[in-house]
């Protein structure tokens, strides 16, 4: 079993449609939890950094933690065809330095 | 936040030659990672490169076959040795800032 599992997709949504983007994971110390967003041939950007448990907005995005259920989400509102890209969420422990990585889902968001 | 610069952004390299990455970041970091992803795939750790030692590498990677160089708190080198077309893949340098890591925008290499 992997560590994190995510669902790679693809997913596929109309424009202005609401995402839900999630990872399980199987190991409970892990406590910084983060999404990235890659395009095509290009490195990870990190989009939201969450600690622990609970939730975390910025603009268009929301990252939710349940550490109880060992499940993250990444929500998109108002999704563009600029949303478009792989979503990698990634996690560490208290005092470590490995990030480990789920698959990543591929999204497409058509106009 | 860190910006993080890479250096080539892509190559074609033939077969049996090596290629040397260099990543600079705007800030003094403590941790520096390499890491790799394959077409198709999820991003691999490499090797984390320590300042004034050795790296520390993955299962699976060996210092004669991706040797690092970190010589200060702002730049590191990764090479990759005796290439094969197993080897085309984005290399990517990756730096711990506060309690989050951030990566730069990699480097493409193709092996012919």
């Known amino acids: 079993q992997k560590e994190v599992e995510q669902d790679p997709g693809p997913l596929s949504v109309p424009e202005g449609a609401i995402v839900s983007l999630n990872c399980t994971y199987s190991?409970?110390?892990?406590?910084?939890f983060m999404w990235y967003r890659q395009y095509s041939r290009k490195g990870p950007e990190l989009l939201m950094y969450?600690?622990?448990?609970g939730n975390k907005e910025d603009g268009r995005f929301t990252a939710q933690v349940d550490k109880s259920s060992k499940y993250i989400s990444l929500f998109i509102r108002d999704s563009q065809p600029s949303d478009s890209a792989t979503y990698l969420c990634a996690m560490i422990r208290e005092y470590g330095n490995k990030l480990v990585f789920g698959a990543g889902t591929i999204l497409r968001v058509k106009s | 936040s860190a910006v993080i610069s890479q250096k080539p952004s892509r190559d074609i390299c033939q077969r049996g030659t090596s290629l040397t990455i260099q990543c600079q970041v705007d800030?003094?970091?403590?941790?520096m990672f390499w890491y790799r992803q394959q077409p198709g795939q999820s991003l691999t750790l490499i090797a984390t490169?320590?300042?004034?030692?050795?790296?520390?590498?993955e299962s699976g990677f060996v210092i004669d076959k991706f040797p690092i160089s970190r010589p200060n708190l702002t730049f590191s080198t990764l090479t990759v040795s005796n290439m094969s077309p197993e080897d085309s893949s984005i290399y990517l340098c990756?730096?711990?800032?506060?309690?989050?890591?951030?990566f730069g925008e990699g480097s493409w290499l193709t092996v012919v």
């Open positions: 969450t600690y622990s448990s």
């Open positions: 490169a320590n300042q004034g030692s050795e790296a520390t590498y």
């Open positions: 190991n409970s110390a892990f406590q910084y």
């Open positions: 990756s730096v711990r800032a506060g309690n989050t890591i951030y």
């Open positions: 800030s003094q970091v403590t941790m």
